[in-house]
Every structure is written in C-alpha cells, then in structure tokens.
C-alpha cells in the first residue's frame, strides 16, 4: 500500500545523491603529517598491548564503572518515580526536553555549576537516562496484565495498588532494560573522561599525549572485555552491591571547591541573555549568533551527518551479510561478529577521537567514525534478523551470495532502509556533539561559547542543535511511517532516544 | 426474601450484550453454584454481582478464573494482597518490603489445610497450576468476609482435593456463588444451582429439585 508512492529504492538513491553532493563542501584534508607513520606507530603498539600501567588502567576503569552504575541507578529511580506520571503533559515535556540533549553537552553546561565534581558526570548521565527511563518504564506499565490489580478490594489505594500489582509485573522487563541501559551509561561514562572527568577516556587520552600507544591499546581491550560480559558481573542480586561500592569510590574523589552560590548565579545571570542582562536590543544579539555561530555550525553539522549517514548505510550493508551463517560460513560469521562488537561497543565518539590521532583534524574522523559505529549496530541488527530467516527457510536454499541476494537481501531492504532512518537523528545528534573534538559542528561552537563564558550564547545554540535534530526526526517519521518495514520493538526502543539498540 | 441484585439485566460488553434480561437475588446463607456452558455469561453474572454487592458495602472475597495472580511475588505476598484495603500506603509498603510476623503467621494458617504451607516464600511463577489456583485462593480466605464470588476456583485441583476446598469455602464463608463444571460436585455443595444459556437463567432451584436431564440440557447444543 506504502511502496506504491514511495519507492524505496528512489529514498536510497536522494540519499546518496545528496552526500555526494555535499562531499566537496566536506573538509577531508588529511591534516599536516604523515597519516600513514602515525597509523603504523600506533599500530605496532596496538599490536602490543602493555599492561604495566595496571594501576592507572585499574583506575580509569573503576571510576567508568562507578559514573555508569551511579549515573545509571539515579536516572533509573527518577525514571522509575516520573514513569506512571508520564502521561501528563508537564512530566512527558521535562522528560523530553532532559533526553534530547546529549550528555557531553549536559556535562559542559553541569561543569559551570558543580565544577569538576563526581556530581557533574554522574547528574550528565542520569538526567538524560531519566527522561529515557521514563518514557519506556511508562510504556511497560502500561502493557502489563491488568488482572491482578482487578482482584483487588475495592478501596485498594493507588500507591498499594501499582506497588503490589503493576510495578512487580514490570520489574523483569525493566531490570532486562536497566542493564542495557547500563551497557549505553558505559559508554556516555567512558566518554565523559574526553572532557575532563576521571573516567576512560582522560586516561586514554592521557597515553595518547605521552605516546604510550601500548597501554592505550591495554586499556581499550579491558574495556571492551567488561563491556562484552557486562551480562556476567552485572547481576540483579548485587546491584545494589555494586551501587554501594561505587557511591564510595564516588565520595572519594577529590574536587576542587566551587564558590557558593553557583548554582543560582548559573541560573540567573550566565544564562541570561546579555541584553537582557545589561539593557539593550535583544534582536542584533541573537541574530549575531545565529548568522555567524548557529548556522555554520548546523551546516557543518549536517555536511558530516549526510555523508556518515551514507556510509554507515553502506557498512551495514556490508556487514549483515557476513554474520549470516548460510552466507558467511561458520568461521566468517564469527569474525564478522568480532569486527561489528568491536565496532559497536567502542562509542562514536571515542572511535572519532582515535582517527583524529590518525588523520589529525577534519571531517574525515568524524565521518569515519560515525559512519563506522552506527553501520555496525544496523548490521548487526539487520544481520540478526537475517540469520532467523535463513534458518527457516527450505531446506533446498542456496547458501553464499546467492542466498543473500535472492531470498535475505529483497526481504531485509525495508528493516535495513527502516534503521538506516532511525539512526539519521542520532548520527545527526552526536554529529553536533563530535565538534567538541574541533570539528566545525555545532558542538565545536557550543564549546568555544562556554570556554568564553557566553553560557546565554550557548543555550542559545543547544536550542538550535535540538531543533535540527526534532526536524531530522519529523523528516524521518514521516519518510519511515510511508516506507514501512519497523517492527514494534525496534520502534519503540529507537524513539525513546536510544544509544545503540 | 432480600432486594434482588439485578433486575431483569442486561450486561456485556460494548454493543453485545452476554446476559439479557437476568433478575438474581442472593439471600445470606446461600451457596449458589452457577452451571452452563462455556461462553453462557457465568462470568460476566459473576462479575455483575460483585459489583452490586461491593456498591452495597459488602466485603466480597474474589476467587477470578485467571487467578490475577503476581507470578514475581511469593505465595505469602499474593496471599497479604487480600487485605490491602485494610491498610494504609505505608503499612503496606513496609509489609512488601517485610512482611510483618503476624501477617504471616495468619497467611500461614490458611495455606497449611490448603496444602502449600511449604511454598509460603516461593515466587508465584515457579507454582504448578494447581499450587496457583490455592494461592488464589489463599488470598481470598486471607480476606474474609460475608460473600465469596469464585470463577472455577478448583478447575484445576484434583476431585478429592476440591471437595475438600469447597468444604474450607462452606465453613469461611456465608454466602457464596461459584461458577462451577463439574456437576457432581456441585450437587453436593450447593444450596441453589442457577443454569445459564445464551446469557440467560434458564434453571434456578436447590440441587434436588433439579433432574440430571434438566442439567444436562443446560449442556446440549
């Protein structure tokens, strides 16, 4: 009924075109010094992984831990608390508002108030988990068996009544959710060490600066390893175990004192428009940053976002195919696995911080990396659903190219068209954030802004990063609701603003 | 003889309506078993007179078809689930978190004829069928009261062990309308047996009074 109007294939082919483009308003410039030296010292000591900074390693990795599960747990319970409130207007609007803006930039603007504290990495993580949290949470409560609480006395109350027979019905499920959850705050954790806090990514830079590529290399393989058995050490029965552990760990840290009164001083001076601050025309303010900071950046911001889009759709369909066993074979299938894991579980914005090391300042790290990272999870996806179909196909099906080809390519296309839509808003979205990298994108603008304490400039420009990415989202229900092919579950998870299904 | 409960009814769901045009009235002391087919609106009249006893002010312990039963919860906390209109929110937010000595001492007394004394701490999703339909009904003689309304509360029991179950419900309860299948042991626990066909009231009488072929009917296509 859909595809009639909308040909599919047309939607791939404006894609391309576009980022085609857009591909020489692209700066891809391999900056300055030799790539391929860098690529080959960094390589020989990735090849050799050294362990003997175990203590520091040891370190990073803990306090990545100890951010996630606290960042985690605190978005949870608020989630958890706004989740049978969620469909009053009020409660779904902060919700909203706390889960579209991203992390690092909830950082940079927490840092003004709480300093370099454990409470600003932990309040970047668990505000915009809250508002996540509570929009799925809702969705749950609100699928679950309504009998029990039918069997109730009459003049059961509210609160008895959702805390003996809603909310132990939901409870698997959310605890299924936490945990992924948990695996996305591992990563937003580790991230956050890129803009100062003590987590993985200060300690990786750290090596990176002093050139000891072998223990960069240590640290990324424990922290894929911990991402890979999250499953294995994370257990309900000591959740709150491990909660315990890392509030201490947490309290321990050191940070240096904020004067008082920053929170309000935050509030009622820094982010108030300066006009309106010290007298004068509001409009020649804003048109200024929107004409000279705003705009640029969203152009730069969508240039990456068109051409990492692309390309991710082109490393999916890349990668589905090789973890299907009847096409890959058993061994290519494991390999293939091994590449997408590593691809996935590694967060853009690391992956981009790594081939800045490599290709030094451009867009080609960010669009390698997000086109990398997010090709992986729709591979991955694609690829998973792939294998459920060729294991039911006719036992006379062909295997290899042929198979994937005639039977798995035509019946994947409009999943695979489906994610590649789904992850536009978020390519887009962390496409903004990869400017605090010192690509020209809108992040690279936010930051100079709160590096210059114009904190009102950069509300100003957040505000326009949010309303490029809700355009992003229209443009892409409306393409998405017209070519079909998302399943229940996939949309759901996808519109609660996920990190990576 | 007491104000009817429903006077010539009609109740369903949406636009179809599953009973048409039913009167019943429930005297105090009565133990009426309704018999019919499946799909004949025992549970829609079952649910009716719930509602019109609990909007009279009665205290109604429910026994419903599909148990409503909290699978992640024990036996012990399905069974407290009974009185929680008895209590405040605190009360029984500290009771989920720790059940409270005497609650469970008195869960535990109607859990020991009913046979599960021994599961009182097992989550609900780890019970046989059969061990649920007791904690359905553990919960309802946790509750008390004057009237017992039960949808098949011993389909799933043994013949020896729902007599037995029945029996319990007799001495618990003063009133009672169950929905039953099995005809036999409604006879003997019934004071009255109410048949239904196509949602409506077809026999109504003490046990004795009723003939095998006039049951049997209830049942012909």
Redesign the interface.
């Known amino acids: 009924m859909r595809s009639e109007g909308w040909p599919r294939g047309r939607v791939v082919t404006g894609f391309a075109a576009l980022a085609l483009l857009l591909l020489p308003f692209a700066d891809l410039t391999l900056a300055g010094h030799d790539p391929w030296e860098a690529l080959a010292r960094m390589g020989s000591g990735f090849l050799r992984p050294d362990f003997a900074a175990i203590e520091e390693i040891g370190r990073a990795i803990a306090l990545t831990i100890a951010f996630a599960v606290a960042g985690v747990a605190a978005g949870a319970g608020a989630g958890l608390l706004m989740a049978p409130f969620y469909e009053r207007g009020p409660v779904r609007g902060i919700c909203v508002a706390v889960r579209s803006v991203h992390e690092l930039f909830w950082a940079l603007l927490l840092m003004q108030v709480l300093g370099l504290s454990p409470m600003t990495g932990v309040l970047a993580i668990a505000l915009p988990y809250a508002g996540i949290f509570a929009k799925v949470f809702s969705d749950y409560l609100g699928d679950v068996d309504p009998?029990?609480a039918?069997?109730?006395?009459?003049?059961?109350?509210a609160?008895?009544?959702f805390?003996?027979?809603t909310a132990?019905?939901a409870?698997?499920q959310m605890w299924t959710y936490t945990l992924y959850r948990f695996e996305c705050g591992m990563r937003s954790s580790a991230v956050l060490g890129f803009i100062g806090l003590p987590t993985l990514g200060f300690q990786l830079d750290s090596f990176f600066r002093l050139g000891e590529y072998g223990a960069a290399s240590a640290i990324l393989i424990c922290y894929i390893g911990l991402i890979a058995t999250i499953r294995i050490w994370m257990r309900w029965k000591i959740a709150a175990l491990w909660l315990l552990a890392c509030l201490a760990l947490l309290l321990s840290l050191s940070s240096p004192p904020m004067g008082s009164g920053a929170l309000m001083r935050f509030l009622t001076e820094d982010i108030v428009p300066a006009p309106i601050r010290d007298g004068g025309p509001l409009w020649p303010w804003l048109s200024q940053i929107i004409w000279s900071e705003a705009l640029p950046g969203i152009v730069a911001t969508l240039v990456v976002a068109q051409i990492a889009l692309v390309l991710a759709g082109l490393v999916a369909a890349l990668g589905a195919p090789a973890i299907v066993t009847r096409v890959a074979g058993r061994f290519g299938r494991y390999l293939g696995h091994i590449l997408l894991v590593t691809l996935r579980s590694v967060p853009d914005y690391m992956l981009a911080y790594l081939f800045l090391q490599v290709f030094g300042p451009s867009m080609l790290p960010a669009i390698l990396a997000l086109g990398l990272h997010n090709g992986a999870i729709i591979a991955h996806l694609v690829g998973r659903q792939g294998e459920d179909i060729s294991a039911e196909l006719r036992p006379d099906a062909p295997r290899g190219l042929t198979l994937w080809g005639w039977d798995l390519a035509p019946r994947l296309f409009a999943p695979y068209l489906a994610l590649c839509l789904y992850r536009w808003e978020i390519i887009a979205r962390d496409s903004a954030v990869m400017g605090l990298l010192g690509v020209a994108t809108l992040g690279f603008w936010i930051d100079s802004a709160v590096a210059e304490f114009r904190l009102d400039a950069a509300i100003v420009l957040l505000l326009a990063s949010l309303a490029m990415t809700a355009g992003i989202d229209i443009i892409s229900r409306r393409l998405r609701r017209h070519l079909g092919g998302t399943t229940p579950a996939i949309s759901r998870r996808m519109e609660a603003g996920d990190c990576a299904i | 003889m007491t104000a009817p409960l429903l006077d010539r009814e009609s109740v369903g769901y949406g636009s179809a309506a599953v009973l048409s045009g039913v009167s019943f009235s429930l005297a105090p002391g009565e133990r009426v078993v309704l018999l019919g087919r499946s799909g004949s609106g025992k549970t829609t009249l079952l649910g009716a007179i719930r509602e019109r006893l609990?909007r009279a002010g009665s205290?109604v312990a429910?026994v419903?078809q599909?148990?409503?039963?909290?699978?992640?919860?024990s036996v012990l906390?399905n069974a407290?689930?009974?009185?929680?209109?008895?209590?405040?929110?605190l009360y029984?937010?500290t009771n989920?978190v720790r059940p409270r000595a005497r609650d469970r001492a008195a869960v535990a007394d109607i859990l020991e004829p009913l046979g599960l004394a021994p599961e009182i701490d097992r989550a609900v999703e780890r019970l046989s069928g059969g061990q649920k339909q007791r904690t359905?009904l553990a919960?309802a003689f946790f509750?008390g009261g004057s009237y017992l309304i039960g949808d098949e509360p011993v389909s799933a029991l043994d013949e020896r062990q729902g007599a037995e179950v029945l029996d319990e419900i007799g001495r618990r309860f003063e009133t009672s309308v169950l929905a039953l299948h099995d005809v036999a042991l409604a006879r003997s626990f019934a004071t009255r047996i109410v048949g239904l066909k196509s949602g409506q009231v077809i026999i109504d009488g003490p046990p004795e009074s009723l003939s095998d072929a006039e049951i049997g009917a209830l049942y012909a296509l």
């Not at chain 2, 599909?66 to 919860?73: D, F, I, M």
């Open positions: 009998r029990p039918r069997a109730l006395g009459p003049g059961t109350g609160a008895s009544r805390l003996y027979a132990p019905l409870l698997p | 609990e205290r429910l419903p599909e148990a409503g039963l909290v699978p992640t919860l906390r407290l689930m009974g009185r929680l209109d008895d209590h405040g929110t029984n937010l989920l359905a919960r509750r």
